[in-house]
C-alpha cells in the first residue's frame, strides 16, 4: 500500500549539494487540511532542509490524519510573499514578510496562511527532530491530540493596544510563543578580519541557531566551524563554498541548498560581481564552547 510522504529522500551524512530542481516534491496534507507543497533537499539524524509554497490564499490547519503540532523549536524564514502563523488555541498571530521570520517553541499547533498576492515561498527549519528519517510524518501525526481551542486572535488584548504591546511581546519571547524575528533585532557577529562578514543571527537557543548574511563581490571569507550540522541555501547571486580540508568548492545558485556535518571547516565565498545573500541553520550549536543553555 503507498504511503503519503516523500520518496527517496537525501540522507545527509557528508558535504552534500542538493540542487533545487533535484530536490524531492511532496504534497503534505488533505482536503480538510489543506494541501502544501513541500520540496524536500534532504534529511539527517538531527537536521533536516526543505521549502514549502503557499499559493495566494493558500492555508494549512489541522485534520484527523495531518496535525502541523511539534514539540520543538521552529524557525520560518520568508524568502518571497508573506506568511501568517496562528497558534489556534491561544490567538497568538504573528505576520512576516520576505527577509523576516516567524519563530516559536514547545508543544504547539499552528496554522498557516498566505494573505497575499503572490506565492510566499518559506524555508522551514526545526530541532529535534520529532522521528527518524525514515519514518514517515503521517505515522507520528496520527497519533497526536486534537487543537483543545480555537482562538482567532488574542481577545484579552482588545482595548489595550498597543498599550499593552511591550508587554506581551515580552511574554511571547519568554514563553516560547508565536513571535515575528527582523533582521535589525539580530543577534549580530562579525565573521572575519581580512575580508569581514555580518552574520545575522536571528534565532540562537539550545536546539538551533538561524540566520542570514551578505557576501560583496570578491569576498573570500575566512575559515570556521559549527557544533552542529549546518544547511546553507543560496537566496540571491552565486554562493560558493570552500572546504579546504577536502579541497571540495561547492557552487549554489538561488535556491540550492548545502549540507555540511558538524566540525566541517569550510568558508564563505562570493567569486561574482553581484552581491550574494545566504540564509543557514545549524543544530544544535552554533560555536564550538557556546555555554550550555538551560
Request: proline share 7%; charged share 25%; hydrophobic share 35%.
Amino acid at each position: 500500500m503507498a504511503v503519503q510522504a516523500p520518496k527517496n529522500v537525501v540522507h545527509f551524512k557528508e558535504p552534500t549539494l542538493v540542487r533545487h530542481q533535484d530536490a524531492v516534491r511532496f504534497l503534505w496534507g488533505d482536503e480538510e487540511s489543506g494541501f502544501v507543497p513541500d520540496i524536500v533537499y534532504g534529511r539527517g539524524d538531527r537536521i533536516s532542509a526543505l521549502i514549502y509554497r503557499l499559493g495566494p490564499r493558500g492555508l494549512f490547519r489541522s485534520s484527523k490524519t495531518w496535525r502541523p503540532y511539534y514539540d520543538q523549536d521552529r524557525f520560518y524564514y520568508v524568502v518571497s510573499g508573506e506568511l501568517t502563523i496562528q497558534d489556534p488555541e491561544t490567538g497568538d498571530i504573528a505576520v512576516a514578510r520576505a527577509g523576516e521570520a516567524v519563530y516559536w517553541r514547545g508543544a504547539r499547533f499552528h496554522f498557516g496562511y498566505n494573505f497575499g498576492g503572490e506565492e510566499t515561498l518559506v524555508l522551514d527549519w526545526y530541532a529535534p527532530q520529532e522521528r527518524a528519517p525514515s519514518v514517515p510524518e503521517i505515522e507520528t501525526s496520527l497519533k497526536k491530540r486534537d487543537p483543545r481551542a480555537y482562538c482567532a486572535g488574542r481577545h484579552d488584548l482588545l482595548g489595550n493596544w498597543p498599550t499593552g504591546a511591550l508587554s506581551d511581546l515580552q511574554a511571547r519571547l519568554a514563553e516560547g510563543r508565536v513571535v515575528t524575528l527582523r533582521r535589525e533585532a539580530a543577534l549580530h557577529f562579525i565573521h572575519g578580519k581580512a575580508q569581514p562578514i555580518l552574520m545575522n543571527l536571528y534565532v540562537s537557543t539550545k536546539e538551533l541557531t538561524a540566520g542570514t548574511f551578505d557576501l560583496q563581490p570578491a569576498t573570500m571569507g575566512e575559515p570556521e566551524t559549527h557544533a552542529g550540522d549546518e544547511v546553507v541555501f543560496a537566496l540571491d547571486g552565486r554562493l560558493h563554498v570552500y572546504v579546504p580540508d577536502s579541497f571540495d568548492w561547492f557552487e549554489l545558485n538561488p535556491l540550492d541548498c548545502l549540507y555540511l556535518p558538524q566540525g566541517t571547516r569550510h568558508c564563505y565565498c562570493n567569486t561574482g560581481a553581484v552581491v550574494a545573500r545566504a540564509a543557514f541553520c545549524v543544530v544544535p550549536r552554533y560555536r564550538v564552547g557556546e555555554p550550555p543553555q538551560d
